[in-house]
């Protein structure tokens, strides 16, 4: 049986809401994401900075001295992509096209797609993708 909603109406499927992400400087690491993405800037609740994704998912980043490295991908739009690429490379960031970093200054194709890997301040492995993978 599917999840009711908040009101107690129609069931919905289940959808990721929010992730928290840990980070040395909430604000920075958010600020850094939302710039690179071309995203609206982050807004508090409580202790979290919030950056909103376009399709409906926050990333609640909040202030974690321990930072264990984690992984997120984001599916974009071609246009978006190169916009993001581009800034990537404007800001001299390095980037790789796997998530290992074997293939320095390079994009990977996998899956007719375009994708590519980098660094967020705090480790967090960021990459933009254009085909989900196994599509």
Known sequence: MAPLTADG???????LNHT?????DKQKSAEFLTDLLGLAPPTAYGPFAVVELDNGVSLDYI??????QRHY????SEEDFDQIFGRIRERGLPYWADPFEKHPGE??????????????????KLEIITRPYGG
């Open 73 to 76: 991908a984001f599916l974009v």
């Open 9 to 15: 109406g129609s069931p919905v499927p289940v959808q």
């Open 63 to 68: 202030d974690d001295p321990e930072i264990h």
């Open 107 to 124: 994009i990977n194709t996998n899956d007719g797609g375009r994708g590519v890997y980098w660094n967020d301040p705090d480790g967090h």
């Open 20 to 24: 928290i992400v840990a980070a040395r």
